[in-house]
């Protein structure tokens, strides 16, 4: 049988459209209890890819807490969003720039101690244990980046015989994985916390991270469901008729945009284009040349509407100095709340985020059935 794989990807609270995808198949198989051999997380979908490796039944039961967690969220449980504690955040930033190398420890404007409260609250990690020495799934690993090393590392938790990995800038290490591993991968560059593990600080797992799909693929996958948060297929480049001088919160949103979002659909394409380029290679030269080198069926599942004109919403939820931060205002253009996007954890957007990505992936209902078609 040709094992299957998820991909999870980063976005901060765009990550909610996941759960929707995720909803749209537990109705399309309400009687299966792991779906998926191998589950990977980035970033938010770190959050996503523990809760849905646990073990409480059946895939649907895993997916309604997921869909309660995402449902009920407040940027309280992600991050201290008073204005006290933003502005001490930002100020503690501005003095250790200052100060240099005499002011130590991680730099980081937000303060996440509530996200590890509610992970703490919410992830049963001997669940997922189980899970793993059951049989019932193969592999659970979450991307983090080393700010030492400048390495992006999956740790993963699976079965006997999966080994780690190291080519170039990646590399893949097995442990027994915690709370801090999920902070890690979801603490996004200068918003969040670094988290040390072992000798390293480790952020964000989008940083430096060209290769999404490559884990899933090391630790068994052979074919491999990537459920995205970009919408860049629906959003056409527009040029302003007036250019002018861009403002911070513009290259801030695009700097997030090239990490989050842009390497995830380059990785895709050049995934599809070598699949295309071995189905021209006849299969005894395939053999015969030792790269080990065979198609991998992807099925993409990413936003069909712009999540900007979704976040524009809702932009009053978030404390006025974090929406100067981030440039978005009630009024401005539905460009502004990119930025916003990925720190706007407000249940109204949520739920929005997951009504879309359950009627996207209705959407793929055949394609989703030819993914998951038996084999041999």
């Known amino acids: 049988m040709r094992k299957t794989g998820v991909v ?21 198989y309400p009687d299966w209890s792991h779906p998926f051999n191998v589950i990977v997380g980035t970033s938010a979908g770190a959050i996503n890819a523990m809760a849905l490796a646990g073990n409480r039944g059946l895939f649907r039961h895993n997916i309604d807490h ?47 101690s509530p996200l590890r409260k509610m992970l703490e609250q919410e992830i049963d990690l001997q669940s997922i244990r189980n899970t793993i020495r059951e049989g019932h799934i193969d592999a659970v690993g979450l991307n983090a980046c080393g700010y030492a090393s400048g390495q ?50 480790f952020g964000d ?33 527009e040029r302003p008729d ?28 050049r995934s599809r284009l070598i699949n295309r380029l071995l189905e021209l290679i ?18 993409e599942i990413s936003p069909s509407e712009p ?9 009053d939820a978030m404390p006025l100095v974090l929406r100067r931060l981030t440039g978005a205002s009630d009024t401005a253009p539905f460009s502004s709340a990119n930025l916003a996007s990925f720190l706007l ?3 109204r957007f949520c739920r929005d985020l997951i009504q879309l990505g359950y009627r996207d992936g209705q959407s793929h209902a055949r394609q989703i059935e030819r993914f998951f078609a038996r084999e041999a």
């Open 66 to 112: 997921l869909e309660k967690i995402w449902s009920e969220l407040a940027m309280e449980r992600v991050f201290r969003a008073d204005t006290i504690n933003l502005m001490r955040g930002f100020s503690n930033v501005a003095r250790k720039m200052i100060s240099g190398p005499i002011e130590t420890g991680p730099v980081s404007f937000l303060n996440n």
């Open 152 to 201: 992006n590392i999956c740790f993963f938790e699976g079965i006997e015989g999966l080994e780690g990995w190291s080519v170039g800038q990646r590399g893949g290490t097995r442990t027994e994985l915690t709370i801090d591993h999920i902070m890690a991968s979801s603490a996004i560059p200068t918003l969040f916390r670094p988290v040390k593990i072992n000798r390293e600080y």
């Open 242 to 269: 007036k250019p002018g001088m861009p403002t911070l919160t513009q290259v801030l949103a695009h700097v997030f945009n090239g990490m989050f979002l842009d390497t995830l659909d380059y990785d895709i394409d």
């Open 205 to 237: 797992g989008v940083t430096r991270q060209m290769a999404h799909i490559s884990p899933a693929l090391r630790l068994g996958a052979h074919k491999v469901l990537v459920i995205g948060v970009s919408a860049n297929a629906m959003c056409p480049p």
């Open 8 to 28: 999870l990807t980063g976005g901060g609270a765009r990550a909610a459209y996941q759960v929707g995808v995720l909803r749209a198949i537990a109705d399309m």
């Open 307 to 315: 999540i900007n004109d979704l976040a524009m919403k809702y932009i």
């Open 345 to 347: 954890f407000d249940k």
């Open 282 to 299: 006849p299969e005894e030269r395939l053999e015969e040349s030792g790269l080990g080198l065979s198609p991998v069926e992807i099925l």
